[in-house]
């Protein structure tokens, strides 16, 4: 086995009824309720047709510049899979576009979540997909490598571990630790349920907003 050429198949992805459940939250929720910790950084756009994915994490490392990982990732993924790709951030060159992108569909790939640059934007927004990128460039990729497949990757300036969940909308990206997913999901259930409640009382003129006046005082802040 050689560091930077190397492909690890077998890992244990997010229990398939968690990720059903994650499909019926707002991405804000899931990240709330993590802390605000596991939310991806700003900046990475939805692209794809698809605007709400989850799905467990098939992870690829690229070389700046290079997709041969990234290709051989389409044939190795499963349905559902959320491929996430960290192509050290760089934005010269789109590592994916219009065809890996329809092949990608043909496999039953459910979203690419890429720390780079993709190509092809308009063609990739009429498919059944969701992509997330850094942004979009017409420059090309190389197809050398080096690069890894099912190992630890950073994206977004998060560690993503292969078969994490991941959950994505058009607020961005929201990475479960796949230990920690049955327990997040039913804290965002909860969270979900109560902002409910809050959306419901505006409408009825009975939101409680003595809270604010409450945490102010508490801090000290004198009105005059």
């Keep these: 086995m050689t560091v930077g050429f190397r492909i690890r198949t077998e890992f244990e992805r997010v ?5 059903a459940r994650a499909a019926e939250l707002p991405v804000a929720n899931i990240g709330d309720v993590l802390n605000r910790m596991q939310a ?3 900046g990475l756009r939805a692209y794809g047709g698809r ?18 990982m990234l290709h051989r990732s389409l044939d190795l993924a499963k349905p559902g899979d959320v491929v996430v790709c960290d192509a050290g951030g760089d934005m010269g060159t789109a590592i994916m576009g219009d065809i890996m992108a329809r092949y990608a569909v043909s496999r039953g790939i459910a979203a690419f979540i890429i720390d780079g640059a ?7 927004a009429k498919l059944e997909l969701g992509v997330w990128a850094r942004g979009a460039t017409p420059a090309g ?12 990757v950073a994206c977004g300036q998060l560690v993503v571990m292969p078969g994490d969940l991941i959950a994505a909308d058009e607020d961005g990206v929201v990475v479960v630790p796949r230990a920690d997913a049955a327990d997040a999901i039913a804290a965002a259930e909860q969270h979900a349920a109560k902002e409910a409640k809050s959306i419901a ?9 003595r809270w604010v006046e409450e ?5 000290g802040c004198a009105v005059r």
């Design 118 to 124: 993709v190509r092809d934007i308009a063609e990739m």
């Design 51 to 68: 605007r709400t994915v989850t799905g467990p994490a098939l992870t690829v490392r690229a070389r700046a510049g290079d997709n041969l």
């Design 40 to 42: 991806m950084r700003g």
């Design 15 to 19: 229990d398939p009824a968690l990720v």
């Design 215 to 219: 945490t102010l005082a508490g801090k």
């Design 201 to 209: 009382s505006i409408a009825t003129g009975g939101m409680d907003r």
């Design 141 to 152: 990729p190389y197809k050398d490598g080096p690069g890894e497949i099912g190992y630890p």
